[in-house]
């Protein structure tokens, strides 16, 4: 037998990186809430006592900035100066300013443009190559470790708004170490939680976070007498959240995506308006790959897809099933391009990407979370007809 361990984290919303990327995305929805033509990319820095909103926005709506940003900061649970970050006092400085003029020319204006279809008229608002995943280790089609790593974390702050563990502060992670025997996942091997606290007994921190948040997030049947705690190892955690560790967009993009199970092309998504690839074509690459496994055409798939800025078609499209394809992955990249329109603006309108929908997208993983749009399967049907067609 082949045994081997992975490893995924997840962070709470009130982690420093968290903090900027929920902002920068209420922003983006605020935005869009009244001009879904509107183009952003929002950066967020945050530390002790301050946010810092930058970037570039091109819009007929005015945000109001620092209301937005308190609004967030005061819904994380910041809201008390002996955290050393308070929603109500903090500084909140802002520096934006319009899309460029020759980029935004580039996207409004496809150069390979074929027709007057709506379609053919959006071009990439940047290059680059971005990843989807999909496989049957749980029921979000989702790999196990990145999927307790984000249940542990939501526990962590469900008990905190909730009372359960009082004492709690916003700023946590948890990593979760999962074991498998010939490619299936049969044990959690260690979990490793850290969590903010008011001045406490360190030792009852320790068994309320066994008893009441990685127990009740992870499945008994994955824990046995060998699996590892480490709660707090590094010992008291009392100063946390931008106080302790300066904060910023874009720098959690494994834990917003797979944890690691599969390649990332290195964009980030927070704060990014959908004619970025890098943030709608990922969510499009999920949605192709969880259409197939749940088509029943691989048990695991990952596609590349890449593209030059100001084109609307993509340049390439890789697929690899890891030999669990009913089709050769040549057929299975033939399907997903009858199915699936990988142009900019068909993305946009076939995930409803101009809409208000990305600050619930930000925590807890982009991807394998009920709501979302790109995690909906309502193409297996399709997806079944072609495969049929082509055994």
Request: net charge negative; hydrophobic share 35%; glycine share 8%.
């Given at each position: 037998?082949?045994r ?11 982690h ?11 922003i983006?929805?605020d935005?869009?809430s ?7 990319a ?5 530390t ?19 209301k ?10 910041y ?9 109500q006092?903090?500084a909140?400085s802002t520096?934006?300013?319009?899309q460029s ?6 996207v ?6 074929e027709?007057?279809?709506e ?14 995943y ?23 702050t ?25 490619g ?7 979990v490793?939680v ?6 406490h007994d360190?030792e ?5 976070i066994l008893?009441k ?7 008994s049947e994955l824990?046995?007498?060998n ?7 590094a010992?008291?955690?009392v ?13 959690k993009?494994?834990v917003?995506t ?13 704060g ?6 890098d943030?709608s074509?990922?969510?499009m690459a999920?949605?192709?790959?969880k259409n197939?496994?749940?088509a029943?055409?691989?048990d695991r ?8 800025i ?5 340049v390439s ?7 669990t ?5 040549e ?15 068909a993305?946009?309108k ?17 991807f394998?979370r ?10 297996v ?8 067609s082509?055994?």
């Amino acid at each position: 037998m082949e045994r081997r361990l992975f490893t995924s984290e997840s962070v709470t919303e009130g982690h420093p990186d968290k903090v900027c990327d929920q902002i920068a995305d209420a922003i983006l929805d605020d935005v869009l809430s009244k001009d879904n033509k509107a183009r952003c990319a929002i950066e967020v820095c945050c530390t002790t006592g301050m946010v810092f909103v930058f970037g570039e926005m091109t819009t007929t709506h005015y945000s109001d900035i620092p209301k937005i940003v308190r609004g967030v900061i005061k819904d994380i649970g910041y809201n008390s100066s002996e955290m050393g970050f308070d929603s109500q006092t903090c500084a909140v400085s802002t520096s934006i300013d319009e899309q460029s003029p020759d980029i935004c020319h580039g996207v409004n204006n496809a150069s390979d443009k074929e027709n007057n279809a709506e379609e053919e008229g959006l071009g990439a608002g940047d290059q680059g190559m971005m990843f989807g995943y999909a496989c049957r280790e749980t029921e979000s089609l989702m790999p196990l470790p990145i999927t307790l790593a984000h249940a542990v974390t939501q526990r962590l702050t469900y008990v905190r708004k909730n009372g359960i563990i009082p004492y709690i502060r916003p700023d946590g992670k948890s990593q979760v170490t999962v074991e498998y025997v010939d490619g299936k996942p049969v044990r959690v091997d260690a979990v490793v939680v850290s969590t903010q606290h008011d001045p406490h007994d360190l030792e009852e921190l320790r068994k309320d976070i066994l008893e009441k948040v990685i127990k009740e997030a992870i499945p008994s049947e994955l824990i046995d007498e060998n699996t590892k705690f480490f709660i707090n190892p590094a010992g008291n955690f009392v100063l946390g959240g931008p106080a302790a560790d300066s904060g910023l967009t874009g720098r959690k993009i494994i834990v917003d995506t797979y944890g690691g199970y599969c390649p990332h092309g290195g964009g980030a998504f927070s704060g990014k308006d959908p004619t970025k690839v890098d943030r709608s074509a990922a969510y499009m690459a999920r949605y192709i790959c969880k259409n197939l496994v749940a088509a029943g055409a691989a048990d695991r798939v990952q596609i590349q897809v890449a593209y030059a800025i100001g084109k609307a078609h993509p340049v390439s499209i890789l697929i690899d099933s890891f030999g669990t394809g009913v089709v050769s992955d040549e057929k299975l990249a033939e399907i997903v391009r009858k199915v699936f329109d990988l142009r900019p603006r068909a993305i946009i309108k076939s995930l409803g990407l101009d809409a208000p929908v990305y600050r619930k997208a930000c925590n807890y993983g982009h991807f394998g979370r009920d709501g979302l749009p790109w995690e909906k399967t309502n193409k297996v049907e399709e997806i079944k007809s072609l495969l049929q067609s082509n055994l």
